[in-house]
């Protein structure tokens, strides 16, 4: 029987991430259009496939594109600005002051140089949360990356609405824009309780069932936190949440360090999945997230690097080591969250998490986003094992290929719809500005 193939991917190990987990030797993946048509042995596919095209990686590792599933992909704009602080010092002393001086053309900016990172580390698709955020989907539609863009609600007036009537008008306007899109898609996300209140809040969660998207919060990201909301609003950051009925199976929540065995229950009751963000965490001095927990309670718990002025960069491959090392160090147990649930909180779970059911897997029907690994890096060196490689030996740097909705992005070092030259010329730009704006404030 006859294979739709207009496109072959061959590669000596496919980590396919399907319901069985297979991993298939001298494999192939036939694509046709947008879609995977078929995975399996080449011996098998191959024939019946009678391709137009055809990418033989060879000695290579092919696997689901990464799913980075919480950032701030303009941030790359403050990488290194400031480092080594508390949270609420980096905020309000060093990220919000240089914020306020954003323009659309820097965010536009800050975006494409976050695609550009992403796509050479094997990310085929993230979620992304900012002020000009129509920058970042544009960003994301130029790059040929998928998205999941939210304009943040934040107490008011901001730079980009003066009133929350404003804010969720120009949220809505964002999914009028890209509702049907193929790749870039939208959510609505308040930005914390700290930096909201009830009103803003249930809103909100109202537009994002009206427009049937999913609704997104930092939440319980560090014990100043907890205690901010504790004298604020007399709750713990989920019990507040869960007051306004805010938690369920729309919900996605950022972080969730702080919490204690009841609220771990909670969630799971209520259906709301996390992102875990370890080396923001890790980085901003916040402390280690219960996943193993969560992940028992049975909440869906997706991966993401968080901004790239806090972690400092957006190597997906570098978040699942260190996420699977950290949970066992915090725990004390050498067999906790093995490679193969970091793999999958990195791919499928975290597309559950952005309610994306079509990515995260290499198997019939799926999207084809996919990325290879070059397995003649001697860091990967020798294959024992290709989950475990991938999660504890490679960084992002061995990537040889990403591809999103079966077009090729990324091959080889090159980007094959960026201009990295003009980025670098324009990042250089950025230091001088951000030396000024840092001057001013």
Request: some cysteine.
């Amino acid at each position: 029987m006859d294979i739709p193939c207009e496109l072959l991917v061959l590669a000596d190990v496919i980590v396919t991430q399907d319901a069985e987990r297979r991993v298939v030797r001298d494999g192939a993946v036939a694509v046709a259009g947008d879609a995977i048509t078929a995975v399996g042995p080449r011996a098998e596919i191959e024939p019946a496939a009678q391709a137009e095209r055809v990418i033989d990686l060879g000695h290579a590792l092919l696997l689901p594109g990464l799913v980075n599933a919480h950032g701030h992909a303009a941030m790359s704009l403050f990488r290194g600005v400031a480092d080594d602080l508390p949270l609420m010092e980096w905020l309000q002393g060093h990220i919000w002051p240089l914020e306020k001086r954003l323009t659309p053309r820097l965010v536009h900016l800050g975006g494409l140089i976050a695609c550009a990172e992403m796509l050479a580390t094997g990310t085929t698709c993230f979620a992304d949360m900012y002020l000009y955020e129509h920058e970042i989907a544009a960003a994301a539609e130029a790059a040929g990356m998928r998205a999941v863009t939210a304009e943040g609600v934040i107490r008011t007036p901001t730079m980009t609405y003066a009133t929350l009537e404003e804010g969720l008008e120009l949220i809505e306007r964002l999914h009028r824009r890209y509702d049907g899109h193929p790749l870039v898609g939208c959510a609505v996300m308040a930005h914390a309780v700290y930096t909201t209140d009830a009103d803003a809040l249930r809103r909100s969660f109202a537009l994002a069932e009206r427009l049937d998207l999913r609704w997104m919060i930092h939440a319980a990201e560090s014990a100043a936190e907890t205690e901010l909301c504790l004298k604020t609003f007399g709750k713990r950051p989920l019990a507040y949440l869960d007051s306004l009925e805010l938690l369920g199976r729309r919900t996605t929540l950022f972080h969730c360090v702080d919490l204690i065995p009841e609220e771990i229950e909670l969630l799971g009751k209520r259906g709301a999945a996390v992102v875990h963000c370890p080396r923001s965490n890790m980085k901003l001095g916040n402390g280690f997230a219960p996943i193993q927990a969560l992940r028992q309670a049975g909440v869906a718990v997706g991966l993401g690097t968080d901004g790239p002025a806090s972690n400092n960069d957006l190597s997906m491959f570098r978040e699942m080591g260190v996420c699977a090392r950290v949970q066992k160090a915090f725990r004390n147990d050498p067999a906790l969250l093995p490679a193969q649930a970091v793999l999958d909180m990195a791919t499928r779970d975290g597309a559950a998490a952005l309610s994306l059911p079509h990515i995260g897997r290499l198997e019939r029907g799926a999207r084809a986003d996919m990325t290879a690994l070059d397995l003649s890096s001697p860091n990967l060196m020798p294959l024992h094992d290709p989950v475990s490689q991938a999660v504890y030996a490679a960084t992002g740097g061995e990537v040889r290929l990403t591809m999103v909705n079966g077009r090729v992005l990324y091959m080889d070092g090159q980007h094959l719809t960026l201009d990295l030259p003009d980025l670098l010329a324009e990042a250089r730009e950025i230091v001088a500005w951000a030396r000024e704006q840092e001057s001013v404030c």
